[in-house]
């Protein structure tokens, strides 16, 4: 049998909806008959409020549990209903109005379980004129290319889309990318910027001649001077006006670093020394696999090294 100070404690709570909650959960513990209990229970007029769970003031109302999100209820919006009368976890959609003004329609249990907030505020709904990438980004919105991207304008999309669009910079040069690439990471240009190739205007052939001049004409395939910047860290063979042949980033040559020649710096000794002669050999095999000459500078520097 169910304790008697546990029966009087629930009729002394004075709450109906709890009351025939518990009388039903206690007859049900002690095998007696529900049926007329359970009936009760869910008539319309006795249905807890939101998730079959009954609204308990100052315990398990909107309200009282959540007071940041209450002040949002929307004030007009919602009938007669108020966020003291309905549970933190209920399913039903009701109107919110943010500090902001904005208003929108989304469930109480997303609000307070999900923790969702003003779709507007966040950036998963666009209003022109307040969090477009136009508005929030003018600056960015003017290499908006104006016709690529027909008929999405930048006033439709958010600064933080992922959406690949493309873009026009101030000198002409025309390329994708996405959307919050290049307002939240300000990401420019790739040609200016030097990451990506255009023949021209950043290879290696129109910025650092002089260099290219040195590449090897047979060893780097269908590589050519063109085809890289004078940023690239690809390893690539090199040849000087004395004919001794090794292999080296682009960027060590071109860049800061000006690195030229070994043997001609005489930088070729001890370990560098070894290192340069399976360069020498690495070489030959490559010319052999071409059935290219093997050249006498070639033959003589090494001796000499």
């Not at 109906?16 to 049926?35: F, M, P, T, V, W």
């Not at 508005?135 to 889309?161: D, G, I, M």
């Not at 910047?229 to 800061?256: F, M, N, Q």
Request: proline share 7%.
């Amino acid at each position: 049998m169910v304790r008697r100070h546990t029966k009087a404690l629930i009729k002394r709570s004075g709450n109906q909806a709890i009351i025939r909650h518990s009388r039903y959960s206690l007859l049900k513990r002690e095998g007696r008959d529900i049926g007329a209990t359970l009936a009760d229970f869910y008539r319309k007029d006795s249905r807890p409020v939101g998730a079959n769970r009954a609204v308990v003031p100052g315990a398990k109302d909107l309200e009282s549990r959540f007071p940041h999100l209450a002040r949002e209820w929307h004030p007009t919006r919602n009938g007669g209903l108020k966020p003291c009368q309905v549970t933190f976890g209920i399913k039903r959609k009701v109107w919110w109005r943010c500090q902001k003004g904005h208003e929108w329609r989304a469930s109480v249990q997303s609000r307070t379980l999900d923790g969702t907030g003003c779709p507007v505020c966040a950036g998963r709904v666009i209003l022109p004129g307040e969090n477009d990438m136009a508005s929030q980004f003018p600056e960015v919105a003017k290499q908006w290319h104006p016709t690529k991207n027909q008929p999405l304008l930048p006033s439709q999309v958010t600064p933080t889309s992922k959406r690949r669009v493309w873009w026009r910079c101030p000198l002409g040069h025309e390329y994708i990318a996405a959307v919050g690439m290049r307002t939240m990471r300000n990401s420019a240009c790739p040609y200016c910027a030097g990451k990506k190739v255009l023949a021209g205007f950043n290879d290696l052939a129109t910025t650092q001649p002089q260099i290219a001049d040195q590449w090897h004409p047979t060893l780097n395939g269908t590589l050519t001077p063109r085809m890289v910047t004078a940023g690239s860290h690809k390893k690539v063979w090199w040849i000087c006006a004395e004919g001794h042949i090794w292999k080296a980033a682009v960027y060590s040559r071109a860049g800061k670093q000006k690195r030229g020649c070994p043997v001609c710096a005489g930088v070729v000794n001890g370990k560098r020394k070894a290192q340069y002669e399976r360069t020498l050999a690495e070489a030959r095999r490559l010319m052999a696999e071409e059935f290219l000459p093997d050249p006498p500078s070639l033959q003589v520097r090494c001796e000499q090294s």
